[in-house]
């Protein structure tokens, strides 16, 4: 892939969008009364859009357009949240950035060396072996966990906690549940998103709760995989 150069002015153009946000912060009534609690809502909110406009196709000029608009507003989450803390006295959207930064060169070893310049030796990693060189900086960065489930949020969408769950217990080597007997793979996507949808439909008819049965599945597999 050809190098991308980055946009002219890229540093100019953040500031002044933060300063934005402080203005607004400073003598806008509606937006000095939100707190990190009312913004939530609105961060979960703009996370759902933007998952639809991506899933919509981001080809030709009217849907990237929508798509750029629905990454501004989850920018805007993360910047109101990065404002009210500095306002605390804690950290401010620069330091976001700085730790950022210093994340995503830690975790890439196979991109980065420790200071930050680039690798120059040309050897390409497999995915496997940059998602283990990424396992193994989160366990160095927080060596009191003890789960490879640790960190998954709880409240993450069934499905998605589900596909979260098998993915960290595949690269931690444990255990999966066992496949449905007799399930046979499925063509592609649809045929899956068919199935799925006929088994709620099957748990609606019978007054089951197909979110809240999955959720607990997830939990006693990752309860008894912490007993084992």
């Known amino acids: 892939m050809a190098e991308i150069p980055l946009p002219e002015n890229l540093g100019e153009r953040f500031t002044r969008l933060a300063e934005v946000i402080g203005a607004l912060r400073e003598r806008c009534p509606w937006t000095r009364a939100l707190t990190h609690e009312s913004l939530l809502e609105y961060l979960v ?100 966990r003890t789960s490879a489930f640790e960190g998954i949020p709880a409240g993450l969408p069934a499905l998605l906690l589900a596909a979260k769950t098998l993915t960290r217990a595949r690269r931690a080597g444990r255990r999966l549940p066992p496949p449905p007997p007799g399930g046979a793979e499925f063509a592609d996507e649809t045929e899956l998103g068919d199935a799925l949808f006929s088994l709620v439909r099957r748990a609606s008819d019978q007054g089951l709760d197909a979110e809240a049965a999955l959720r607990a599945a997830v939990r006693r597999y990752t309860a008894d995989d912490a007993g084992t």
């Open 45 to 144: 909110e703009e996370t759902y859009e933007l998952v639809e406009a991506v899933e919509a196709g981001t080809s030709g000029p009217g849907r990237a357009a929508e798509l750029r608009g629905e990454l501004g507003d989850v920018l805007l989450q993360v910047l109101l949240h990065a404002r009210l803390q500095q306002e605390a006295g804690s950290f401010s959207v620069a330091d976001v950035i700085e730790s950022l930064t210093a994340k995503m060169i830690r975790r890439n070893p196979h991109v980065f060396r420790p200071d930050g310049s680039l690798r120059e030796d040309g050897e390409e990693s497999g995915i496997a072996a940059i998602e283990q060189a990424w396992d193994e900086a989160k366990k160095a960065e927080t060596p009191t």
